[in-house]
């Protein structure tokens, strides 16, 4: 038998088909899991509100969720790990946003709220993508020290000016927070240790199993770290090859029933 006792998985490009469709042959490995009593954990960049219809899908009512790449771990409505992002620096992220760069649009997450100051453009295309309506609202307000915890925020304009943004702010003195880009055009902020290699050893630790004994799953460069630190990392064969270079594994693409192989042929053996 295998000595799998946790799996913790990637969702865009992993469990969901290239059509953002979770994968029906998943879906039907799922029971197995429940009755060997093996924790199944969604690890997303994405929101809990994003989150939690393909958790529900899955059948993991229960489950932890980890959300915006581990700085909010829900399980249930229940925060069971938290990293907030500083809010004496986001307070000077923007002022200085407001004055060099005030056509970035700005989007602030916290739990399960999407905040924004107005419904720009990318504010738009960005509900079109993920379902969601983000709230208006004063952004500094937002970030005040009576408000509730901020766990990300999401800037988006021009490809150039994000990426001039992102070099500007990676020479700045933010010594707590951390800036990534996730698309060509989306500049991620979040506290500085935030990420799903950290969310690996904070799930095993909830769960008191070792490393060893975790197998991570996921396609794309972000989910590296994760894949390397695990007992067993499995890349989906949609993965690039710099991502399958740092698994232990390769599984088939996530329109082949990847996720679903890998856990038939490596825990539930």
Known sequence: MSNIRLIISDIDGTILTSHHQVDEQLIKVMPDLEKAKIPFVLASARSPLGMQPIAHKLGLHENPITCYNGALVLEGNRTIIEHPVDKTEIQELLRYLSTDYPSVSVNIYSGKDWITNQLDKW???????????????????????????????????????????????LSMDFPQTAFYLSKDNYLEVTAKHVSKEHALLEVAKYYDIPLEQ????????????????????????????????????????????????AITEHVLN
């Open 123 to 169: 504010s738009q295309l960005e509900a079109g993508i993920t379902g969601e309506s983000p709230i208006l609202k004063e952004l500094q307000e937002t970030v005040s020290d009576s408000e509730p915890p901020v766990h990300k925020l999401l800037l988006i304009d021009k490809p150039e000016v994000i990426q001039d943004l992102h070099q500007k702010l």
């Open 214 to 261: 975790v197998m991570t799953i996921g396609d794309n460069f972000n989910d590296s770290p994760m894949l390397a630190l695990s007992g067993l990392g499995i890349a989906m064969g949609n993965a690039p090859e710099g991502v399958k270079e740092t698994a232990n594994l390769v599984t088939a693409s996530n329109d082949d029933h990847g996720v679903a192989q």
